[in-house]
């Protein structure tokens, strides 16, 4: 008999809980396996506020359910010109960025945002993430980068990360 724990959010199974699996012993055709739930970092953001700019629907769903356990409140953008708006409306204390969305994409959001003073960090979200990228993206003004598929606990990192550089 094999028993795997899992964290669960909101009554569904966590997609980035990472389990190390380590063969105990083996008895025949049965096999005991142990395993270690990596998710028990658990951050209090609730006193921040976070806007995720993604047109990707599961992503942006993905990204809210990685964010809900941590108390932040969350705003969510479909593209780079709803980002802008809400980002002078919500007043985030933070921004995750899709770079490629439609009508205006995540480096125009960002360049339209530090043209009109907006400080708050901004943390690109991309699967594209060649070194002359991420380069392209620190010099355009991103804080940082974070390569999709997202590790949840590397978001949880950089976002606290950036959120202490204040």
Do not use: H, W
């Not at 209090?44 to 769903?61: C, G, Y």
């Not at 125009?108 to 979200?125: D, H, T």
Request: hydrophobic share 45%.
């Amino acid at each position: 008999m094999t028993t795997v724990k899992t964290s669960t959010l909101d009554s569904f199974d966590v997609a980035d809980v990472s389990v190390e699996i380590t063969p105990v012993e083996k008895a025949g055709d049965a096999t005991k396996l142990g395993i270690k739930d990596k998710v028990a970092m658990q951050l209090d953001l609730s006193k921040f506020k976070i806007l995720v700019a993604e047109d990707n629907s599961i992503n942006m769903q993905i990204i809210v359910r990685m964010l809900k356990s941590t108390g932040c409140a969350i705003k969510v953008a479909e593209n780079g010109f709803e980002a802008i708006i809400q980002y002078y409306e919500f007043q985030p204390d933070i921004v995750l960025m899709d770079i490629q969305m439609p009508d205006v994409d995540g480096l125009a959001a960002l360049k339209a945002i530090r043209n009109q003073g907006g400080v708050a960090p901004i943390i690109a979200v991309t699967a594209n993430v060649t070194k002359d990228e991420v380069t392209a993206y620190s010099a355009a003004g991103f804080n940082d980068v974070i390569a999709k598929p997202i590790n949840r606990e590397l978001l949880i990192k950089k976002i606290s990360m950036a959120l202490t550089a204040q």
